[in-house]
């Protein structure tokens, strides 16, 4: 009772919304705004999710969300109010955030930090310095973080990348091994890491490599040739893994390509791109956003693909037609318990973006207004 009165606190005390225009037309401050969306769940055992909003470069705008299931209510910028001694807030670019335990993670990533914190009030606990770091994955007390390692800067002589190993009992660095040119996400099987590689700082350069990694001796153990500018990754219950290539921007378009972890190789290409995907049951949620010369503009697609058969089942998640008033898809998250779908919109990228929620057979129940570019969830339980 203890732990879900804490998540009342930070949800239920309203603040008013301080939305100031400053003398840069491009430029706004955001204040804690609390809203009622959607129907009260009081028997809800996913309690709720953190939104992580990366926030425009530079600008020192990355904050986090948390949507409350039980008492329906969307609390924006909470690690403002729960650290208000903290200079500069939480930081620039919010990359990735997870819960592992009782401990709430976000990789910062321009500020070249992972901020680890309470999950339960958002307190903070600690800060872990990575340069240029950019996502997570935990196994066995262990936290990995994958980081580009060098400056934010397009250079074709640009650092090869590292996954650093973090114990998260004491929160220090443990181990790191070199893998390849700018690392990605990552995911875990048979007690080996796999690191989808872009070298994305490299163009037209790429790599186009998953590294993977040992976890007993923290050594890469083999090099897996998979396509140019890799980022998603996720793994199914049946040990096949899915990574996307976002190509090269222009004639080289995005893909998705599945690993079999037990032989280490490539088994099929999908033939469809994927801007985000996340696995639920035996579903593989997507969305991609690529620009169309012939359109003059986005063109996005959403879609699921079945991992029982690896074939795209339905390019069509939502059904209403809302999804012509999401301009720039930019999140995409399952509820584990419900199989809710959540899409987040960045809009123009310097304004508040939206979290859209839709019901399992993709039809719109609520939607509110986020903090700057709404990316990353994690759901607490």
């Known amino acids: 009772m203890k732990k879900i009165f804490k998540i009342g606190l930070i949800l239920t005390t309203v603040f008013s919304i301080t939305l100031l225009h400053s003398c840069r037309e491009d430029e706004y401050i955001f204040g804690t705004e609390v809203a009622s969306r959607g129907e009260p769940n009081p028997d809800a055992k996913v309690l709720g999710f953190y939104m992580l909003n990366e926030g425009n470069m530079g600008m020192n705008r990355a904050s986090i969300d948390f949507y409350d299931f039980r008492a329906a209510q969307y609390k924006t910028d909470i690690y403002s109010e729960a650290n208000p001694n903290v200079v500069k807030e939480l930081g620039d670019v919010?990359?990735?955030i997870k819960i592992y335990g009782d401990k709430l993670y976000a990789v910062i990533n321009v500020s070249n930090k992972i901020e680890v914190m309470d999950k339960w009030t958002a307190k903070r606990i600690k800060v872990i310095d990575v340069p240029n770091c950019r996502y997570m994955a935990f196994h066995k007390d262990k936290a990995y973080i994958s980081s580009y390692a060098g400056k934010v800067s397009i250079d074709p002589n640009a650092e090869i990348g590292f996954v650093a190993e973090i114990d998260t009992v004491t929160l220090e660095l443990k181990r790191k091994v070199t893998v390849g040119y700018q690392p990605e996400e990552m995911v875990i099987a048979n007690d080996k890491l796999y690191v989808a590689n872009s070298g994305g700082y490299r163009v037209p350069n790429y790599d186009r490599t998953v590294s993977v990694i040992d976890l007993e001796t923290f050594e890469v153990i083999k090099t897996i040739d998979v396509a140019i500018n890799l980022h998603r990754m996720a793994i199914d219950k049946y040990g096949f893994i899915y990574v996307s290539s976002r190509g090269d921007y222009n004639k080289i378009p995005s893909n998705v390509y599945i690993i079999d972890s037990r032989t280490d190789e490539v088994v099929k290409?999908?033939?469809?791109?994927?801007?985000?995907?996340?696995?639920?049951?035996?579903?593989?949620?997507?969305?991609?956003?690529?620009?169309?010369?012939?359109?003059?503009?986005?063109?996005?697609?959403?879609?699921?693909?079945?991992?029982?058969?690896?074939?795209?089942?339905?390019?069509?998640?939502?059904?209403?037609?809302?999804e012509k008033d999401i301009m720039i898809p930019y999140g995409l998250a399952i509820n584990p318990e419900t199989k809710e779908i959540f899409?987040?919109?960045a809009q123009n990228y310097v304004v508040t973006g939206y979290v859209y929620c839709y019901s399992p057979d993709g039809y719109l129940k609520w939607k509110t207004k986020a903090g700057n570019i709404p990316a990353h969830f994690t759901f607490l339980e």
């Not at 956003?289 to 089942?313: H, Y």
């Open 94 to 96: 919010g990359n990735d």
């Open 343 to 345: 899409v987040t919109d």
């Open 269 to 322: 290409n999908m033939n469809t791109g994927a801007s985000e995907f996340c696995m639920s049951g035996d579903s593989l949620y997507y969305y991609r956003v690529e620009w169309s010369w012939a359109a003059g503009g986005n063109a996005i697609n959403f879609g699921i693909i079945d991992t029982r058969t690896q074939e795209v089942i339905t390019d069509q998640i939502i059904k209403d037609g809302t």
